[in-house]
């Protein structure tokens, strides 16, 4: 059964940092890419960043280029975003998903509330 888990979210300062992490199990192989995503409130879900799990190149969101960074660790089928810099606008639902190539699914968690204020 594949599960997928975040952690990390909490209450942080404007300006101040915090690390979500992401654990995938039962997924075995044909893992293609890793992505976070998050849902403001009233807002649509989006997408942040994500990275391809071979080579792993990243890509981000414009609203969070140069302030998050997506990392992951294959062997520990282990993915990470770290927040910087964050400002009140980021307060959000961050869910981190995985894609499996063959055959073509994606697997969500259950989120991981991220609350920027002072």
């Known amino acids: 059964q594949v599960q997928i888990a975040e952690s990390g979210g909490g209450l942080v300062q404007p300006g101040g940092s915090l690390n979500l992490s992401c654990a995938a199990s039962?997924?075995?192989?044909?893992?293609?890419?890793m992505a976070w995503y998050r849902r403001a409130p009233g807002k649509q879900r989006e997408l942040v960043a994500t990275i391809t799990y071979y080579g792993g190149t990243a890509n981000y969101a414009h609203a969070v280029k140069g302030r998050f960074t997506i990392s992951r660790d294959n062997a520990k089928r282990m993915v990470y975003l770290q927040l910087s810099s964050l400002k009140p606008e980021d307060t959000a639902v961050y869910y981190c998903?995985?894609?499996?190539?063959?055959?073509?699914?994606?697997?969500w968690g259950q989120g991981t509330q991220v609350t920027v204020s002072s």
């Open positions: 998903s995985v894609n499996r190539a063959v055959p073509m699914t994606t697997y």
């Open positions: 039962g997924i075995t192989f044909s893992i293609s890419a």
